[in-house]
């Protein structure tokens, strides 16, 4: 049976800049979708842009345009920044497209047809920037627990019947561990509904940027359940029969922050229960990044812009800043001097330098093509045989999200490699023993090879290049390729090497 994989980040809300922030999940989800890709799954990556609310409803009559003329300009910004990361998402969803409005309003005629909805009156605490209701004793002084402003409302809505979802949330959630991840935040998700759950507000009337709610002229749809939807609709639903239907869903990973953990693992799952559709089978809520300290907001002028990252640090190198310097799950803190740090140690200096080194000896001393190696001794299988059984622990960590582990571990295997030159000392054999030397070289290059296959998702285009520089062919970069059957050919002709990762000099 083909093997497939459906992940999704959150759909970002348009009146923002794109940040790092937004950034950074969806580099996670980007990495992780490449492996996927390479270890032979169907990929489909989803992101996209959440386009309705009284959030950007207000941003759009701010900027004195209509909303739909405002997100069709701003949703851009998403796309130009997935470009510029080298992002390999397969589909862009907008909240404002056709087929994504046919799904919401398929999902709450289900809702209402299985008597979840019914129609009421709210009064309470709204929060236009996050988009959520609270009550009295929810405010922390008189804000939402985010900070952010809250306004009185009284209207009259509809009400998803969310309080009778305890107690089956509770058992899905016993039922599938790693549902909710990581630990620590499942914990959290778990007390939160023990301590009761509220029925929920899912419909508007006092603005009209946002979908119609079926047969009620007078209601949108509350932005988060039209909002939550998109992950079905990019699903194919609600062609509930189609191929695409039933190879998609249930996705099998929804990448969110940890602030919007809440509404993926309390309202949506419970939203799909109450649909009678299948639930997705896993939550990540990874952590938050601040700015040399300070919690990262426009107010305080202190937004990471991915642009200036990519221009100052290079694109590849961003990347890997990003997934290897924070444990995935923790919150991080951005600071230049890590950045530099970690490119001039780990890139420059431990794979950069190897690369550099093993390639361009080759070039000046083996004719510029892939040695042949006599035979191996023990210390040249110890090593090849590290290279090749990464893939084993890589996959492992993959799947659990901990991207930081996956970096960590391929690093052990540069630093091992490293280790091995020195012992081996191949350019002091070139006049003693040359057999040993084309074996040594030999031996580094597979395992160069090895490194560069295993690490194409964090940094497609550095390891292409070094892929490039090694002679490997482009349909030998796969993880069927790791050991024997990817081999070098010995004598296959190298072009001239070029540094991958120079060093970072402040200018
Ligand atoms: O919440 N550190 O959209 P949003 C880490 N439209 N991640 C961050 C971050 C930071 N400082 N700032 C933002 C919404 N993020 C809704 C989602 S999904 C059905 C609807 C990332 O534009 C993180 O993934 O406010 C967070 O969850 C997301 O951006 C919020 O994006």
Redesign the pocket.
Known sequence: MEKTFYITT????VN?VP????A??TLACDALARFKRLDGFNVHFLTGT?EHGQKVEKAAADAGISAQDFTDKVSQNFRDLAVAMNFSNDDFIRTTEPRHIVAAQEIWRRLLASGHIYLDKYAGWYSVRDEGFFTESELVDGKAPSGAPVEWVEEASYFFDLSKWQQPLLDFYAAHPDFILPETRRNEVISFVSGGLRDLSVSRTSFNWGIDVPDDADHIMYVWLD??T?YITAAGFPDITSDTYQTRWPADLHM??K??LR?HAVYWPAFLMAADLPLPKRVFA????TNEGEK?SKSLGNVIDPYVLIETYGLDATRYFLLREVPFGNDGDFSSQAMINRINADLANDLGNLAQRVLSFVGKHCGAAVPTPGTLNAADHALLARAESLITRLRYHYDAQAFHRVLEETWEVVGAANRYVDEQAPWSLRKTDPERMATVLYTLMEVLRHLAVVTQPVMPQAMASLLDQLAVPASARTFTDIGAAGALAAGAALPQPVGIFPRYVAA
């Open positions: 959150p759909i970002y809300y923002d940040h790092i922030g937004h950074y999940t959440d909002a939550l998109n969110v922050g602030d919007i509404f990874h952590g938050w990044w990262i």
